[in-house]
């Protein structure tokens, strides 16, 4: 960890670990190749994710030889997209590369990668074209989930499950990943309102040590596909997805009562043992209940945008002079995107 103070460092590239001591030594090499005739200030983070195997001491060992290495350490196994996380909280780059770090993704692809980010792109997603994994429980699994987060997040790419990304530290600065999530980062980034791409990028075979996953993964990934829906769509005001599935079952359940009541004022029909009756008493539960959750979500999302200080908008650039462009003290601290000048 030494870079000649005060220089800033041009790029990060991060890479979660989880036992791949026999990747680590190629996997340092191979960046330093790529990255090393770029003749910029960079680091590499890796974050070893609870390791059981020696990648730790592995890396340990490297960093006193690879002066651009940076080690994070977990205490335990809190998985990748965690790592990733602390990856990005731990660096200090203008400009941020995320990948896996058993090899599979390609360190050449980076200097294209960064090209594209000089092209004036604020997320490069890399796109796995001819993907070396098994077919029957990765590519298939993934292939559907890729039509799903497609359609539900409308930002539509080839390939989400890809780690390999590049991303200006302004839209890194945004992100906020846990479960399953780092697989929604352009979807999370859309929702800022960043430029994205898609590139075509190179996937190797696994050369060493074994997938960390099986197919128990899709269903995460579906869960955290609705979370993210729900996110971009209606975090700023849940109470208009409870409350209108509330009125719409009060509504429906109250129609069903005021029938039954109806049929016993005019037609002195026994309605006692009217399975309707139970159907609209549980509308009408159902209704009240659903309202209260969306109060109590819009609550919650409240405190959430509140305490983090977030606006409700993210903005690219302010021309003229405004407050937060003089020195006077703009009413709410800005933390979002780089106008662009
Ligand atoms: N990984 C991690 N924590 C975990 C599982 C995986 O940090 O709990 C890392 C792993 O070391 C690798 C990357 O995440 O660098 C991707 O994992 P893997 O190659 O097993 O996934 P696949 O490529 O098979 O989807
Ligand atoms: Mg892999």
């Known amino acids: 960890m030494s870079t000649a103070a005060g220089a800033p460092i041009a790029l990060s590239v991060i890479a979660p670990v989880y036992n791949e001591e026999e990747s680590l030594p190629h996997f340092v090499r191979e960046i330093t190749e790529a990255i090393a005739p770029l003749g910029i200030p960079y680091e590499i983070i890796l974050v070893d994710d609870g390791s059981k195997d020696r990648s730790l001491a592995v890396m340990t060992d490297l960093a006193s030889r690879v002066p651009e290495l940076v080690v994070v350490s977990f205490r ?186 109806f049929e016993k004022l005019f037609f002195a029909e026994d309605i006692g043992n009217r399975p309707l009756l139970l159907l609209g008493i549980l509308l009408i539960v159902v209704g009240v209940q659903l309202l209260s959750l969306g109060l109590v979500a819009d609550v919650v999302s409240r405190t959430y945008h509140e305490s983090q200080n977030k606006p409700p908008y993210y903005v690219r650039t302010v021309i003229g002079s405004s407050a937060a462009t003089e020195q006077l003290e703009p009413l709410r601290a800005q933390s979002t995107l780089r106008p662009i000048a």
């Open 76 to 261: 335990r196994n809190f998985g990748q997209t965690a790592a990733l996380q602390a990856g990005l909280d731990y660096s200090r780059g203008q400009r941020v590369v995320l990948m896996d770090a058993d090899l599979q993704n390609d360190p050449a692809d980076i200097p294209r990668m960064l090209q594209k980010l000089d092209e004036g792109f604020d997320l490069v997603a890399g796109w796995r074209k001819d993907r070396k994994d098994a077919f029957i429980n990765r590519r298939l699994p993934s292939m559907i989930a890729n039509r799903l987060i497609s359609m539900t997040t409308k930002v539509s790419l080839h390939d989400y499950g890809c780690t390999l990304k590049a991303m200006t530290r302004e839209v890194a600065k945004e992100l906020r990943l846990y479960g399953e999530m780092h697989r929604f980062i352009p979807a999370v980034a859309n929702w800022v309102g960043v430029r994205i791409v898609e590139l075509p990028v190179n996937h190797r075979a696994r050369q060493f040590g074994t997938t960390k996953y099986g197919i128990g993964r899709t269903i995460r990934v579906v869960l955290d596909l609705i979370t993210v829906r729900f996110m971009q769509t209606y975090l700023v005001r849940p109470m208009q997805v409870f409350g209108l599935a509330g009125i719409a079952s009060g509504t429906l359940g109250f129609l069903v009562c005021l029938f039954l009541v």
